[in-house]
């Protein structure tokens, strides 16, 4: 028993003078330097560079010189530091200043969504100040081609053109030529431009973007519904593709005419005719608020029974009656009165064409006077004629 804890005994002692033996591990900083940057903890997204402004501060009595590097540093990613506008690997620091240098982070496209730590470390050669830092990956990384939009539905009538702005975004390594399609339904026209100009294609930089116009018009008479417009940008064996919609509300159209669609008529200088028109509402949407005028010659005047229809609904028609009078010196002849029927959204035209008469008082005062001359004569031939 007792060579038994004598052994035990042994075996504590040697361990203690092995262990008084090692080195300790020096954990000090670089004597009077720290490291400053406020925002150590950032959010990026696959690709992004994340530029930290860091401060090298030298509070000791001594210039420090120091190098840096940077521990626990995500693999595939890249990084450099700088200093007035160079590339730097040491840096000296006079005694109770401070220097500025830049450390420029690149994350890589294709990376997993996560923290990821690491510090920048500046070191004398035996001591070491460390500047921790956390990237909040926020999403998944991948290598692809993304099309996206912040307003992929339009509403409007089938009369407008749709314009839809959307951004294409190369998230690979190398530049991109994309040909742009749509495979939109019959009849429907779809046009890309960048800028003022048309085009089918563009070039995209690695990870970088591109903004884009599409401008959407309906097929004519197209009736009232949603419907839905694929875009895709293509590039070798990647495709990136988006939906756009258009709401279509309905189509504006109108017909100004008359009962019997007959445009002429005619008329008594200085008497009036009453005339009807027919507005006739032939799109799919309804029309409000019309009002009615009317261009005549001069010195006419025009009167109609209501001046403003308050609507008039798809395929229906609202008859106006217009007075028309003509002006008491007008002379023989035809003349032209245009009628208008006008909405907010849309206007129609007639043009009346009217044949002036003069008036038969005129007439029956011409035959009275001719008669009066020829009994005149008639007298005077038997009063003196025969002498």
């Known amino acids: 028993m007792f060579n038994k804890q004598k052994k035990i005994l042994s075996y504590f002692l040697i361990f203690l003078l092995s262990f008084s033996l090692i080195k300790p591990t020096s954990l000090e900083a670089v004597e009077g330097v720290s490291l400053f940057t406020p925002y150590t903890g950032l959010s990026a997204t696959p690709g992004e560079t994340i530029n930290y402004s860091v401060d090298v501060i030298n509070d000791s009595s001594s210039i420090q010189n120091m190098s840096f590097s940077l521990e626990d540093f995500p693999k595939e990613w890249e990084y450099s530091l700088t200093a007035g506008g160079r590339e730097i690997k040491e840096l000296s620091v006079r005694a109770n200043s401070e220097e500025v240098i830049t450390l420029d982070i690149t994350t890589p496209l294709e990376v997993k969504k996560a923290d990821y730590r690491f510090s920048l470390v500046a070191s004398d050669g035996n001591n070491k100040t460390r500047l921790p830092f956390v990237v909040t990956i926020s999403e998944q990384g991948t290598l692809a081609t993304e099309l996206t939009s912040d307003q992929t539905n339009l509403q409007g009538h089938a009369d407008s053109d749709f314009s839809y702005s959307i951004t294409l975004r190369n998230r690979t390594a190398e530049e991109q030529n994309y040909a742009l399609s749509s495979k939109a339904e019959s009849g429907w026209g779809v046009a890309f431009k960048s800028g003022s100009d048309s085009i089918s294609s563009i070039s995209v930089e690695p990870n970088g973007t591109a903004n884009i116009n599409v401008k959407v018009t309906p097929p004519e008479s197209i009736a009232e519904g949603t419907y839905k417009i694929p875009i895709r940008a293509e590039s070798g064996n990647m495709t990136a593709d988006l939906e756009l919609e258009a709401t279509i509300t309905g189509s504006y159209d109108m017909e100004l005419t008359t009962p019997e669609g007959n445009l002429s008529t005619n008329i008594t200088a200085g008497q009036d005719k009453t005339v009807e028109l027919v507005i006739k509402n032939t799109g799919t949407a309804t029309l409000t608020d019309i009002e009615l005028s009317a261009t005549t010659p ?90």
């Open 298 to 387: 001069p010195d006419w005047e025009t009167e109609f029974d209501k001046e403003t229809i308050p609507e008039i609904e798809p395929g229906k028609s609202e008859t106006v009656k217009a007075t028309i009078e003509a002006s008491s010196d007008a002379i023989a002849g035809d003349y032209v009165a245009s009628f208008t029927a006008k909405s907010a959204e849309k206007s129609a035209e007639a043009t009346y064409r009217i044949a002036v008469k003069t008036s038969t008082l005129w007439g029956i005062v011409a035959v009275l006077i001719i008669v009066g001359v020829v009994a005149g004569l008639y007298y005077i031939v038997r009063k003196y004629g025969r002498r």
